[in-house]
Structure formats: C-alpha cells, structure tokens
C-alpha cells in the first residue's frame, strides 16, 4: 500500500527544495520538514564538540556526541515544525557556509545515516507530511505515493543560493558558490550508502526555467490529480 500522506522532494543543492516543500506543505494543510537541516544540525554539534571535521572523522567520536544530541521537531503556536537541537530551537548557525563545507563529509557516514533514519520516519505519524532531502523517496519513504525530484541549472542554484542571505561567504560570486555545491553534489552523488539519486517512480522537474508559483502548482495539480 502506497503511503498517501507521505510527499517526498529530493534534488540537489540549492535546488529550491525547501522553498517548494514549504509552499506545497501549506498548500495542503501539512507539515514541512528539511532532512538536510538534520544533517546541518548533527554537523554544527560535532564542531561545537570540537571535532576537526577537515580531517578523517572517525566513526566513535561521531557515536559519542550523538549520545549527547537530542533532535526532534516541536510544534509550534502558527502549526509549523521547529527543528530543536536539545531542546533549544536550531538557529541560523546550521545554515551557514561553515557548515554547508562539512555536512556532506558527515552524511556520508553510516552511524549517522542510521541514527537518523527512525527518528526521520516517525515523522510521518504527524499526519501529512511533505519531507524534502536526498534520500527521501528512495531510502526513507521508498512507498510514499507521491515523489518528485527537484533540480535546476547550476548557474540557476548558485544564483538562487547566493540570493539567500547569510548561507554564502562575504565576496562569494556565482563561479564560488557554483563550485561549492557542484562539490557538495558530487559527494552526495558518490557515497555507497543512500546516495543522492532519483527514485525510479519520482516525477522529474526541472526548474532553471520555472518560478516557485509554477513548480508548486505543478507538484499540487499531480497530487490532486491522482
Ligand atoms: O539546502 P541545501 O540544498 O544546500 O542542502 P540541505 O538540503 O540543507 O542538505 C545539506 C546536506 O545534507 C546535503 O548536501 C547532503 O550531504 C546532506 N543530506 C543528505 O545526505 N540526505 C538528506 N536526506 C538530506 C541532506
């Protein structure tokens, strides 16, 4: 049985995921949740907890701090999820540029990856849920009924990064950013376990071309539709 409350949006980096899983959530009266935020999250604990994350990590440390961690998502008053970091909300630290250069190094590890994997899948027990990430309809909700995959040109993602302030370094231009999430992809691409890929059965957008109006109304029109 396909699992009809279940929305899954994986792509790229600064594909637009969130913008688009954000607006197709509210559009439906469900719940928007970044699995990349998580993986932020986990990454900015290792730093605060000084591991030297430019180095090889090795897999124990990495299980010691996340026996310190508590991650899970709260409710807030206007219905929308916060993302809390041991009970404090997840700020804009787990967004910066610093982060972004070390994520992908920490969600290629396996004891990450499967310290996540439950605690992303009992989220859908919150009712409709529109989960955006890499692995979402391949690995984390391989049933759900609706999945999309969501990229653009990586001229149009490193413009569309660089417009969102604060998740770039000062002086970054678009050749910089371009080259900073063409070597995220690559390593989302290339690791062995829940690589960055298209689920077989994923709607394929492509939106160099398209305003966010225009993909989520896409994305809305297939999932009324069906
Ligand atoms: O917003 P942006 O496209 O820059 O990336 P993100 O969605 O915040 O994800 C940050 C990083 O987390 C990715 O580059 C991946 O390395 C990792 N990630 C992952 O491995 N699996 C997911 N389901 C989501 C994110």
């Known amino acids: 049985m396909p699992q009809d409350n279940v929305i899954t949006i994986d792509g790229p980096a600064a594909s637009g995921k969130s913008t688009i899983a954000q607006k197709v959530a509210d559009k439906l009266g469900g719940f928007y949740i970044s699995t990349g935020n998580m993986y932020r999250a986990i990454t900015l604990h290792a730093m605060n907890s000084n591991i030297d994350l430019s180095s090889d990590i090795f897999p124990d440390r990495i299980d010691k701090i996340l026996e310190k961690l508590d991650l899970s998502y709260s409710k807030n008053a206007d219905g929308k999820l916060s993302l809390m970091m041991n009970g404090k909300t997840a700020d804009s630290a787990i967004r910066s540029p610093e982060v972004a250069k070390h994520v992908s190094k920490i969600a290629s590890m396996e004891n ?3 310290w996540l994997i439950g605690r992303q899948r009992e989220l ?19 049933d759900a009924k609706y999945k999309f995959f969501l990229t653009a040109s990586p001229e149009v993602r490193a413009r569309r990064r660089l417009a969102q302030s604060g998740e770039t370094p000062e002086g970054a231009t678009v050749a910089s950013v371009a080259g900073e999430i063409a070597a995220r992809d690559e390593m989302d691409i290339k690791r062995t376990i829940a690589p960055l890929k298209k689920a077989d059965d994923a709607i394929f957008i492509d939106s160099s071309d398209m305003n966010v109006e225009e993909v989520v109304g896409l994305i809305v029109a297939h999932i009324k539709g069906s």
């Open 112 to 114: 990450v990856r499967a």
């Open 124 to 142: 859908a027990s919150l009712g409709t849920i529109v989960m955006e990430g890499r692995d979402i309809g391949t690995v984390i909700f391989p």
